[in-house]
């Protein structure tokens, strides 16, 4: 069954996961595209990540978790402190934690790529904001 879950900020669509260790993955709206926890636990997070293209995140950095990305589709522009990679599927990096990063879909295809989050907390809050092409506030 699928439900839809609406809050002030950003809308989520909360669909029914099997033999997961939580029963719901719950998908959330951004302006650049969307991201949906697949699965998550005791130091790690696991995410579907969708860019839409010609779009990007914004430049940041986390404290708390380092995050490893692998390229499902599409084609993905990757900062990484000083050095710049352009990744296509089945390609992946590694972002250590307190280094600034972005993540762009320079392609006419929709990226998705599968995000795992290794640290001590992983609450959206972890994010320190650089640059922001959707002027949201730090």
């Given amino acids: 069954m699928l439900q839809s879950q609406e809050t002030h900020q950003s809308p989520s669509l909360t669909l029914p996961l099997n033999g997961s260790q939580n029963t719901v993955a719950a998908t959330e709206l951004r302006p650049w595209g969307s991201f949906t926890i697949l699965e ?17 995140l914004s430049l940041q950095m986390h404290h708390h978790r380092s995050e490893h990305w692998i390229v499902v589709s599409g084609t993905a522009k990757v900062v990484c402190g000083d050095q710049e990679h352009v990744l296509s599927s089945n390609q992946s990096t590694y972002v250590p934690q307190c280094t600034p990063h972005r993540l762009e879909n320079p392609g006419v295809i929709p990226l998705v ?3 795992v989050q290794n640290g001590e907390y992983l609450g959206e809050d ?13």
Avoid: N, P, W
């Avoid at 320190?128 to 506030?137: C, E, P, S």
């Fill in 40 to 56: 998550e636990g005791r130091g790690y997070k696991i995410k579907r990540i969708e860019v839409k293209s010609g779009h990007r």
């Fill in 113 to 115: 790529l599968i995000e």
């Fill in 126 to 138: 972890d994010i320190v904001r650089f640059q922001d092409d959707y002027a949201r506030a730090q």
